[in-house]
């Protein structure tokens, strides 16, 4: 048989642990700030893409410099994987070897992007 005091005891502990689900189940459905409803909206349709896109083709020009600028061309950013479509198999080869400079240079024009990794594609430039 169990004292007083110990039913008051587990029945507080029962009552916090329910007032604690509560409390998650409530705070899991507050409803988003608008800052970041429109930050998602435009992230999933895509709205600041095009922006983007031409800010990282500048970068990339830049970090690659004029020799490779013209036969090289920046895609899609996945995942901090940027890939590059190049020319040649050669370009391709020579810009791998350059693989961890671009890196360092490319996050230092564009932080906000977070590259950390680059692929090398042989492709036409369009």
Not at 31 to 40: A, E, H, I, S
Not at 74 to 96: C, F, N, P, Y
Not at 109 to 120: H, I, M, Q, S
Request: hydrophobic share 35%.
């Amino acid at each position: 048989m169990t004292s007083p005091d110990q039913q008051l005891t587990e029945t507080l502990a029962e009552l916090n642990r329910r007032r604690e689900l509560a409390q998650k189940r409530f705070h899991g459905r507050q409803p988003k700030g608008l800052k970041r409803v429109m930050g998602d909206l435009i992230t999933k349709r895509g709205y600041g893409k095009p922006q983007t896109e031409g800010r990282m083709a500048e970068a990339w020009a830049a970090a690659v410099g004029p020799n490779f600028a013209p036969r090289s061309r920046a895609g899609k950013l996945w995942r901090g994987r940027l890939e590059i479509t190049v020319t040649s198999s050669v370009m391709m080869q020579e810009l791998d070897h350059q693989k961890k400079r671009l890196v360092e240079r490319l996050a230092e024009l564009l932080p906000e992007a977070g590259v950390k990794d680059l692929r090398f594609r042989v492709g036409r430039m369009s």
